[in-house]
């Protein structure tokens, strides 16, 4: 057998366990199942996400549930106004003895056996813990007791509290451009999740619920390794290449591809982001998302399907226009896919 056919033949075979890894996440977590794909594509292209949703939706159940599906730990800190980095990577204590100790965190304990790092309300802390989180994310790596710590399977998932404004600090744009994706996670619609969500007691006893989820369904110290494979298999024909090409024009001259919205002028609209690492994000998002499709090569929907999770925090809009959220890019994106021939 030639490499090309070992590597999709192997490609086949984790196919088959990342659908199983999201049927055991679905045992848990209900009404969700684009959430859960996002998430899937994310881990298959080893990419940190920030998650963002209302309180009480399931996000902890959820980053739970995929922790124990991949089989390793789960670490878990909550974002504060007085945290400091070193909160983080240090637990401080007095002994029996009343003398102080400085012991490694759970994060530093975990290093190498934590796929799931969660930060939860990310937007409470201050930017010198944002900046720790920063290098973690992009070198898998930190320095402490005078030592590097590697992560070699870390990702990060973050939330953000989109409630309250008071003693809360926005993430700058480089630190979301870190984020591989931001998936918005809502409560379901679906009557029937509803109607168990609330009446069904299996429903409020997490801890119970996620015994439903079969430990290991894949092995998280392999996901690199068919990460990279997806990458090298999953083909974006010339023409592909060139739609690609033409939503990022799009996305930063507007109006030299006709775009135009109401009560905006496009010209002054895009102020930043839609970077070419954004665009490669998007590359490797829409192949994992093509090699979960059962297809190993990319197709426009592959690429609308992840546009907006990967694409929409990159993009940085005049001032005046961000008074209005998330509406004008989003408006933007939609207009950018009208205005783009697809192949």
Known sequence: MNNVSQAEQEL???????IAFEQEIQKAVIGQARVIRLATICIFARGHVMIEGDVGVGKTTLLRAVSRALGGDFARVEGTVDMMPSDILYHTYLGDDGRPRVEASELLRLAKTLPVFFFNEINRARPQVHSLLLRLMAERSVTAFNQLVRFPYLQVFADRNM???????????AARDRFFMEISMQAPTDPEARRKLVFDSAFQDVDALLERVKPGTVDYRRIGHVARTIQETVKASATLQNYVLGLWRGLTEPASVGISLPDVDVTTLVKGGASP???ATLARAARVRAW????????????KDVFFEVMAHRIFVDPIHALRGDEPVKQLCHAVFDATPVP
Do not use: S
Not at 12 to 18: K, N, S, T, V
Not at 163 to 173: G, I, M, N, S
């Open 12 to 18: 086949a075979e984790w196919r088959e366990r990342a």
């Open 163 to 173: 409630v309250e404004r008071e003693e809360t600090f926005e993430l700058p744009a």
């Open 277 to 279: 690492r954004g665009l």
């Open 292 to 303: 979960l499709e059962g297809r190993d090569y990319l197709t426009p929907d592959d690429i």
